[in-house]
């Protein structure tokens, strides 16, 4: 069976598939073979990595509550909640809340991340991120489903689901993500042989940048101090640009880029592209653009950036936190985890605030929303009141008091 099978099939191991990257890989059509070491040697891959997984950490992810009280929803961090600590500020005794979800992110990003939860007196204690390579997830012919994780002494245990938080990348049977070094192996392939094609051309010396020719034949000795003579006034940095003097009909003919060095540079171009896209990162994240890109249009590329690539992953957390974080009662008492990324917006704050000014009925137009709606969306408690209620337009006539 395929290794492509093997991803997709329902019962399928992580496991084999991580080993098999680790050691030996395998190898692609242009030639390098790929394992997870040589992939993150990808400096575009593993750029992509840290974009996505920065993006996700530096963002404070915490538990939150909403209740109900003299009929106003009330939003409130959870501060009293045991597990409010370990994901905000530190999930164990050796990880901070900003690598926890680092890490966390690029093992999704690439497929699958498993945590294992300890439990100590029914009361989850620990949050400790385990190597996917070392996670095999079975699903029984009941579909229950458990984790045989393999320990640095190579001693296999079994948990069960509840002892396990899997957080999945993008998938194709809903049990396991899928295995992205596996699905880009030909553009990574592609990747590593291109660069290590050019890293050789520079290795031997590439191609004289250009040809010195007299008329002729030079012995030896003659061979030797010319071209002392040209490495010694004309080589280095320091004499770019002086004219070379020429005498006896000796001529300079200048090297230039060929097409072949062309397509090289634009083959590269092209494999970063690819790579981003696997990984669902624009290459302008990775500092990679056109000549035509300005400051506004990269501001609205960033906005994109954090619409379109990070948000699903904002969510995909959120949701995979609340159902394997908290019981169903604590959810039902309004307790769910959220990632407060408004400060990623700031740069666009005045066309939130734009917005908003809007949405209040700023400029004359029927307001369609409450201060304490606006307040919401910000994560802010509501105040009640006449902030609980439509605004007036501005310039409406105002009802005429009843005279008697």
């Known amino acids: 069976m395929g290794l492509f099978a093997r991803v997709l099939e329902r019962k399928s191991d992580s496991l084999d598939i991580w080993a098999e990257l680790l050691r030996a890989g395998r190898k692609s059509k242009a030639g390098p073979t790929v394992t997870l070491d040589a992939a993150l040697k990808v400096a575009t891959l593993y750029a992509c990595l840290r974009v996505l997984s920065q993006g996700v950490a530096q963002v404070p992810f915490k538990l ?184 006896r009909g000796a001529k300079w003919i200048s090297g230039a880029m060929t097409g072949v060095d062309a397509q090289h540079l634009e083959t590269r171009k092209m494999q970063i592209a690819e790579v981003c896209r696997f990984v669902g990162v624009s290459p302008l994240m990775v500092y990679e653009s056109d000549k035509a890109t300005t400051y506004a249009s990269a501001e609205q590329m960033f906005l994109a950036h954090v619409i379109h690539t990070l948000a699903p992953w904002y969510a995909r957390i959120e949701q995979s936190a609340d159902v394997n974080l908290l019981t169903k009662k604590e959810r039902a008492d309004g307790y769910y985890f959220k990632f407060i990324a408004a400060g990623l917006l700031r740069g666009a704050s005045k066309d939130r605030g734009d917005y908003f000014a809007k949405a209040l009925g700023s400029g004359g137009s029927p307001g369609w929303m409450t201060p304490d709606e606006v307040r919401a969306l910000e994560e802010l408690n509501p105040m009640g009141g006449e902030a609980a209620t439509l605004p007036v337009r501005s310039g409406a006539p105002q009802p005429v008091p009843e005279t008697v």
């Open 64 to 247: 939150f509550r909403e209740q109900t009280s003299d009929g106003l929803k009330k939003i409130e961090p959870a501060r009293d909640h045991p597990h409010y600590d370990l994901v905000t500020t530190q999930p164990n005794d050796w990880t901070t809340s900003f690598e926890f979800r680092e890490t966390l992110t690029i093992h999704a990003a690439l497929g699958n991340a498993y945590v294992f939860k300890n439990y100590v007196r029914g009361n989850v204690v620990e949050l400790i991120l385990l190597q996917p390579g070392r996670v095999k997830k079975v699903q029984n012919d009941d579909y229950s489903v458990v984790y045989e994780v393999t320990g640095k002494s190579g001693a296999v245990q079994t948990f069960p689901a509840n002892v396990i938080w899997h957080v999945r990348g993008p998938s194709w049977d809903g049990l396991l993500g899928v295995e992205v070094l596996t699905l880009a192996r030909e553009a990574l392939g592609l990747s590593i042989a291109t660069e290590d094609s050019h890293a050789a051309l520079h290795a031997k010396g590439v191609r004289p940048s250009g040809t010195y020719t007299v008329d002729g034949t030079l012995d030896k000795a003659q061979y030797k101090g010319l071209k002392d003579w040209i490495i010694a006034e004309m080589a280095g940095a320091e004499n770019a640009g002086i004219p070379m003097i020429l005498d």
